[in-house]
């Protein structure tokens, strides 16, 4: 993971080491930007420790997490992860915080690159995500690219998102790439 390199015109993702636990805290804690995410209990240290222990689900190919940051000064902007990956090569992802320094084009590109990663580097088949109904802004955000809804529950849209799709994706927002 360490020599991957994942970017576009204005964003990169690094993968995550122990030393991003503070700002991936700070972001989980921010009450404007953890709305629509799971809560976080604990410190900072608590937070270094989960890493820990990602790091080696990463080493076995489990999970992937991501600090997404911009090209042009190199600034930590927010997180990304995939996750859950299933038997018939289906990734989940989330933990997508953007903070105030993003760029207006972030959001796109650091889904496509997510995007990227699961479908063109680790040849995965479909993506599924859940959506909290409230967040209205990331529902159309993710209609916009082409994920479809397939149910939802009291809480949540659950949607999927295929390799065709992300082609689709990928000639439509190509100038961000």
Known sequence: MRNLSLFTKNTKL????????????SLRVDSRLNKHISTING???????WIEDYKKREENNEEFYFIIKRTDNDEKIGTIRLYNITKDDGFCW???????????SSAIESAYLIYKFGFLHKNYKYSYFQVDKKNKEVIAFHKKTGATII??????FHFEFYVENFIRLREKYSKYF
């Open 14 to 25: 690094i993968p995550v080491e122990i030393n991003d636990a503070e700002f991936i805290y």
């Open 43 to 49: 410190t900072v240290i608590e937070q270094a420790e």
């Open 94 to 104: 989330g933990s997508w915080i953007l903070n105030d320094d993003k760029m207006k």
């Open 151 to 156: 149910k939802e529950d009291d809480v949540n």
